[in-house]
C-alpha cells in the first residue's frame, strides 16, 4: 500500500483497482492518471498501459517519474480524446470521475472497453444527508490511525469537491452500468466493479 513512498486515500484504494485487473490483460487505460504511479503499478500486470489526464504539470510529472515501456501517457481531455472503441481490456480512474461529467466519463469508458471487459473506479462523492454524516463517522479514528502510522501527501493533482452524493453516484452509475457492483469504503470513498458483457 505505501510503495510509492507516500500515502493518502487515493493511494490507500489503488488494490481494489488492481485486484479488478483482468488475467492476461494486454490493454489497460487509467482515466485521470495523475502522476502515474497507478499506471505503473497497472503495468506489472498489463502488457500495455495509457494514463491520460488533462493537467500537463502532472502529465509532465508522470512522464518524469514512470517513464518506461510499455507506458503511454496522454495530455488530454479524456471526455475529448479519440481512442478507438473496445480498445481496452481494463479501464479503470482512480478519484477523478468527479472532475467531469460524470455519466459522460463512465458511458465513455464502457464504450471502450472489449466484450468481457472489466471496469473499476474508486469515486469521491458529497455528503448530503444525515445519513451520509453518520456513516463517515468510523472514517474519522481510522483515518488518524493510517496518517499515524503511513507518510501522508498528496500528488500535486488539483482537487476539486464533488457534487454528486453517494445516493446520486449509486443510482447514476447502476443505470448507467446495468449490473454494476457499487460499495462505499470506510475513507470517503466508494468502488464500482463492471463487467462489458
Known amino acids: 500500500m505505501v510503495r510509492s513512498g507516500y500515502w493518502n486515500h487515493n493511494v490507500h484504494y489503488q488494490p ?9 490483460c494486454q490493454t489497460a487505460l487509467d482515466v485521470g492518471c495523475g502522476d502515474g504511479l497507478l499506471v505503473a503499478r ?27 515501456a510499455r507506458i503511454t501517457f496522454v495530455e488530454a481531455d479524456f471526455l475529448d480524446y479519440p481512442f478507438a472503441k473496445e480498445s481496452f481490456d481494463f479501464v479503470c480512474a482512480n478519484t477523478s470521475l468527479h472532475h467531469m461529467d460524470f455519466t459522460a466519463a463512465l458511458t465513455a469508458m464502457a464504450r471502450l472497453l472489449r466484450p468481457g471487459g472489466q ?9 448530503k444527508s444525515i445519513t451520509d454524516l453518520l456513516a463517515a463517522v468510523p472514517a474519522v479514528p481510522a483515518n488518524l490511525f493510517y496518517r499515524a502510522i503511513y507518510h501522508e501527501r498528496e500528488s500535486g493533482a488539483p482537487i476539486m469537491d464533488p457534487d454528486h452524493s453517494w445516493r446520486e453516484v449509486r443510482a447514476a452509475a447502476r443505470e448507467t452500468l446495468p449490473g454494476v457492483r457499487y460499495r462505499r469504503h470506510l475513507l470517503w470513498r466508494y468502488s464500482l466493479r463492471w463487467q462489458k458483457p
Open 16 to 24: 481494489v483497482i488492481l485486484n479488478a485487473v483482468p488475467p492476461g
Open 119 to 127: 471496469l473499476a473506479v474508486i469515486g469521491l462523492a458529497a455528503d
Open 42 to 68: 497497472l503495468a506489472e500486470r498489463c502488457a500495455s498501459v495509457t494514463g491520460i489526464d488533462r493537467d500537463p504539470r502532472m502529465i509532465a510529472t508522470a512522464r518524469a517519474q514512470q517513464a518506461r
